[in-house]
């Protein structure tokens, strides 16, 4: 089988930066998973002895707990610090700690607050947990959901999820427009992601097979899975070289390979190892 690498692909700025920070801290822990890839995680584990807390309550006091690259509610922060008198190492993204001081600030200001996001991702739960009134925080998934909000001013500011489509926040943005005074848009989308997602189209299109390989609970990996399968249908998604499939190559010549951008070097290699020998 002939393979060939998206033009850009894999770990992005901020994953590599919260996997450095991780790595320089030994017998720690993250709170909440640090990247969305439980190969790399294991990997922290076994090398560096990072552990992992899923709650705030597991957290003894005095321990080093490091920020997850999504961040975490502004609560959780204050408690770590304040009640466990933890050491607490921050690895949240700069492009995700921004919407959060941007919800910070215009709701200081008076703005309603519109985030573009799925409101049961972490990272939305941070940004969320940053605006002064809980009750003018609204989250949307798309344009059809505005129809349900009540906003408290007719100034709003908006931010979106990082890893969200530039198309759906523009339909969403100009349909506020259309119903209120003032809209404020921050442009918080973050472009390793889209850097990723315009080289996998790209492939995807002159392949006859793509893989992708991520995590399966990456919003950015399963949103590259579906903008190769609009383009390849044969485009599937694994986590590490053992989820190939034989049978998916049979009849094909070229496949094309990208990767989420939480999704370590060392696992890519082993599966365009494995391809070459089908
Ligand atoms: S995809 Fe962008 S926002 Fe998310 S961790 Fe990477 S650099 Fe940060």
Request: glycine share 4%; net charge positive.
């Amino acid at each position: 089988m002939q393979v060939k690498l998206a033009s850009s692909y894999g770990f992005c700025f901020g994953v590599k930066r919260a996997i450095k920070i991780a790595e320089s801290y030994k017998n720690s822990a993250t709170m909440g998973p640090l990247i969305h890839n439980q190969n790399e995680i294991d990997r922290l584990k076994e090398n560096f002895n990072v552990g992992l807390y899923t709650s705030l309550e597991e957290v003894k006091n005095n321990d080093t707990v490091i920020i997850r690259t999504h961040g975490i509610p502004k609560e959780d922060l204050k408690n770590l610090k304040k009640n466990k008198d933890a050491k607490v190492i921050n690895a949240t993204c700069p492009f995700v700690t921004t919407p959060q001081q941007i919800v910070k600030k215009m709701s200081k200001e008076n703005y309603s607050i519109l985030i573009f996001g799925d409101s049961t991702h972490p990272e939305v739960k941070g940004v969320k947990s940053y605006g002064e009134n809980q009750d003018d925080v609204h989250v949307v998934m798309s344009v059809k959901d505005l129809d349900k909000i009540n906003f408290k001013h007719d100034r709003i500011a908006t931010v979106a999820q990082t890893t969200k489509k530039k198309e759906v926040y523009l339909e969403i943005v100009n349909a506020l427009i259309l119903k209120n005074k003032e809209v404020r848009v921050f442009n918080t989308i973050c472009d390793a992601t889209f850097e990723n997602q315009d080289a996998a189209r790209d492939l995807s299109k002159e392949v006859d097979i793509m893989i992708v390989i991520g995590g399966k609970n990456s919003s950015n990996t399963k949103q590259l899975q579906a903008i190769c399968l609009e383009y390849c249908k044969d485009s599937y998604l694994i986590e590490n070289s053992k989820e190939l499939d034989k049978s998916w190559f049979k009849d094909k010549k070229l496949c094309g390979i990208t990767a989420g951008a939480s999704t370590p070097d060392w696992i890519i290699q082993e599966v365009v190892n494995k391809i070459e020998k089908i």
